[in-house]
């Protein structure tokens, strides 16, 4: 079981970037997705979550509101984070992960599995 992170890289603030996080061995489909980050020195932090079916609103950090989008394609077994107008605060890992627990949905310890996270860098 595992989640794959990817789409990192060294980005300019103000531009934009598309993290994916593809399945293996799980079926995204039967879980509720989230993306987390994680800045050097920092706890992880909640960044956005998408409902298992999709229905409803996505909950968004207020640090990313109207900058970033959580999307889902079960049938690609893949959730997306396209962010745009990236600041140099948005720098770092960012992690996917999986929950079936319908509280808690911006707490990390609701979440698992986890993916490897992917480096996102933004230069001022």
């Known amino acids: 079981v595992q989640l794959q992170a990817s789409g990192g890289g060294l980005v300019q603030a103000g531009g934009s970037l598309r993290l994916s996080c593809a399945g293996s061995?799980?079926?995204?489909?039967?879980?509720?997705m989230g993306w987390f980050r994680q800045a050097p020195g920092k706890e992880r932090e909640f960044v956005a979550r998408?409902?298992?079916?999709?229905?409803?609103?996505?909950l968004y950090a207020d640090s990313v509101k109207g900058r970033f989008t959580i999307s889902r394609h079960n049938s690609k077994n893949t959730v997306y984070l396209q962010m745009n107008a990236l600041k140099p605060e948005d720098t770092g890992v960012y992690y996917c992960?999986?929950?079936?627990?319908?509280?808690?949905?911006?707490?990390?310890?609701?979440?698992?599995?986890w993916g490897q996270g992917t480096l996102v860098t933004v230069s001022s």
């Open positions: 061995g799980l079926f995204i489909g039967n879980y509720h």
């Open positions: 992960a999986a929950s079936t627990r319908v509280g808690s949905p911006t707490d990390p310890a609701a979440f698992g599995p």
């Open positions: 998408i409902s298992r079916s999709g229905d409803g609103s996505p």
